[in-house]
């Protein structure tokens, strides 16, 4: 499957804008399963790392965001760090149309995408492993974050896992 098919749609893909800050956050909200961040957060993230996330819209309505950022790490890789696709839109396949927009605008640099993915969160896994399935490549899960990791807010935080999906082929992308 080729990106340039795959991304064939009504709905509207782009960089976000410090002013969809407040949209972000909403969405994020509405989900009710993502760790939501100060409204603060997402209007410097859709500013900072609006060349490695997305949003989708549509209808002039922000129905799907993406926030990712290259890993100074691993300078080869695109980390996913929140996924938010509205109630309406979900089943879609609208998460995995951004993934590719996204890779589709780095492909120079990035080779690999990784994200961090609770044991619980099956549409989160489902996600990552069709992604690189669509692309042809390997889907490597290993731990990375425990619970012991994370502060004592009341609720115990699920351990995270990382997928990293790579090598990516610029064929693929």
């Not at 509405?30 to 790392?49: H, Q």
């Not at 961090?116 to 069709?130: E, R």
Request: charged share 30%; proline share 4%; hydrophobic share 35%.
């Amino acid at each position: 499957m080729t990106l340039t098919t795959d991304i064939e749609t009504d709905f509207h893909f782009r960089k976000p804008t410090k002013e969809d800050g407040a949209a972000v956050w909403e969405l994020i909200k509405g989900t009710k399963v993502l760790d939501l961040n100060s409204s603060y957060s997402y209007i410097m993230w859709c500013e900072i790392f609006s060349e490695t996330s997305i949003v989708a819209e549509r209808e002039g309505k922000t129905v799907g965001f993406i926030s990712g950022f290259i890993n100074p790490n691993s300078p080869d890789s695109l980390f996913i760090w929140q996924v938010a696709v509205n109630a309406s839109e979900r089943g879609k396949g609208l998460a995995t149309k951004m993934l590719r927009q996204l890779l589709h605008r780095t492909e120079e640099e990035v080779q690999y995408v990784e994200a961090t993915v609770s044991p619980s969160n099956k549409p989160s896994q489902s996600l990552f492993k069709g992604l690189a399935k669509k692309l042809d490549t390997n889907c490597d899960i290993s731990d990375y974050f425990t619970s012991n990791d994370f502060p004592d807010e009341g609720e115990e935080h699920e351990d995270e896992l990382l997928f990293k999906i790579g090598p990516i082929k610029k064929e693929n992308k």
